[in-house]
């Protein structure tokens, strides 16, 4: 295999689709060297076959606003690939969904739920319904108009969807109480994410974060740190921002600096559990302004304008966001203000050119897919819970968490470790990730 011809023809392909072949590129570079160790994989034609999804879903979805007009969008289900278990993965409901981004979303999601040790496949959906300013009554009649389309392509043991950026706890509620209603079954098993009081798992909110600051905290040991007392700067105010800033507060590192897309709120003596949930309130105004963090806490929290989170002296960056957040210009900020870590909680938070200036000015770095897969890995957690029809304990799902999250990290450190002894994390995640499912894709044949 040779990664610039198969590149060059998904580029002609497709052309214009740049995060789906950011993403391609990524993983093909890191395990280049390793398929070719495996004439049974260039056979069976396993690379060209799994940068392909296996069926893309595209609907119309036609709602009525509050004034009574009639709205209409795009809804997506990209089932991308179902070697290691059934379709799993989220839901994006943002203005810039795109095939393209979500086709990206889908390729990473197979490697990172490989990555879990957990039997799930990789899948992604969502629409460019835009949440921002919208009612609680539009919203619901859009992911009742949402689901109308896609219930028949989902299932327990077929395709198991997931909330994701504008898809939390309010929207799954509202897309499975539609998916009941037409299923005429009550199976809590088809959407994760899910209430505590129908289904959903303990700490299935706070996983994403909570997960990523476990890999971190992992992470740091190996190369002999400790995150008690370092500084963080997080990116964004969301679901996965706020597990990750609790997770961090608790580990007893100072979270000094949350973003936004309006700009960033320094937080010199570090945030407090009174600013964390604060930050729910936010996320469910849905203004998407960080500045509201300074309005409730003048004196302790400090708003400027169109700045980064990066732009904020910190030991460890927490791309907590959107993908390709962090330039590579934002990569030499953070190393003026000090940083040496930056672990990727965003799927694919950071550009290529940021990626390769940590990788070579020694600045620790972890790719999303590892970091971040916590929360898909709880969502598998709540399958089991579901199935089985019980509810385990908080430190039950959290023990279960721990251990996912360390071995997660040996597998990166496996197949990661260079010969001078420094762990490339990407790689190391490529690698483990692909070999789990290219293995899987031989063993069941050509189909």
Not at 7 to 12: D, E, H, I, K
Not at 65 to 71: A, C, F, I, L
């Amino acid at each position: 295999m040779k990664t610039k011809d198969i590149m060059a023809r998904l580029q002609a392909k497709y052309p214009g689709e740049s995060e789906y072949l950011q993403a391609v590129q990524e993983v093909l570079e890191s395990i280049e060297e390793v398929y070719n160790q495996h004439p049974e994989f260039e056979k069976a034609k396993i690379v060209e076959r799994m940068v392909e999804p296996d069926r893309i879903f595209t609907f119309r979805v036609t709602w009525v606003d509050d004034k009574g007009e009639v709205q209409t969008n795009t809804g997506y289900r990209i089932q991308f690939n179902s070697a290691i278990g059934p379709y799993k993965g989220g839901l994006r409901f943002h203005r810039a969904v795109t095939p393209s981004m979500l086709k990206f979303l889908g390729f990473e999601q197979t490697f990172k739920n490989a990555l879990t040790t957990l039997p799930m496949g990789g899948a992604k959906g969502g629409s460019d319904f835009d949440p921002k300013g919208k009612t609680d009554e539009e919203i619901m009649r859009f992911c009742q108009a949402f689901m109308l389309e896609l219930w028949q392509c989902i299932g327990p043991d077929q395709d198991i969807p997931a909330g994701d950026v504008g898809v939390g706890g309010r929207e799954i509620g509202y897309l499975y109480g539609m998916y009941k209603k037409l299923a005429r079954e009550y199976n809590t098993g088809v959407l994760t994410g899910k209430g505590a009081t129908w289904g959903g798992s303990i700490l299935r909110p706070e996983a994403t974060g909570f997960g990523a600051l476990y890999f971190t905290q992992n992470l740091l040991h190996h190369a002999g740190k400790d995150i008690k007392g370092c500084k963080v700067a997080v990116s964004g105010f969301g679901n996965v921002a706020w597990g990750a800033c609790i997770k961090a507060l608790e580990l007893g590192a100072k979270v000094v600096a949350i973003s936004g897309p309006d700009g960033v709120c320094e937080i010199p003596d570090g945030i407090t559990r009174e600013m964390i949930d604060y930050m729910l309130v936010m996320r469910a105004s849905n203004r998407d302004r960080v500045e509201d963090m300074a309005t409730r806490f003048p004196g302790q929290a400090v708003f400027t304008p169109g700045k980064k989170a990066w732009s904020v002296k910190c030991d460890i960056a927490l791309p907590c966001a959107f993908q390709n957040e962090l330039a590579e210009e934002d990569a030499k900020q953070l190393k003026e203000n000090g940083c040496w870590c930056c672990c990727e909680v965003s799927n694919m938070g950071c550009q290529p050119g940021a990626i390769h200036f940590f990788q070579h000015n020694g600045i620790l770095f972890a790719p999303g897919k590892a970091v971040n897969a916590g929360g898909v890995a709880t969502s598998g957690l709540e399958m089991t819970q579901n199935a089985e029809h019980i509810s385990w304990s908080g430190k039950e799902v959290d023990e279960k968490l721990h251990f996912i999250m360390k071995s997660i990290h040996e597998q990166c450190v496996k197949f990661g470790t260079q010969p001078d002894g420094t762990v490339d994390y990407v790689k190391g995640a490529n690698i483990a990730g692909f070999m789990k499912v290219a293995q899987a894709m031989l063993d069941q044949g050509t189909i």
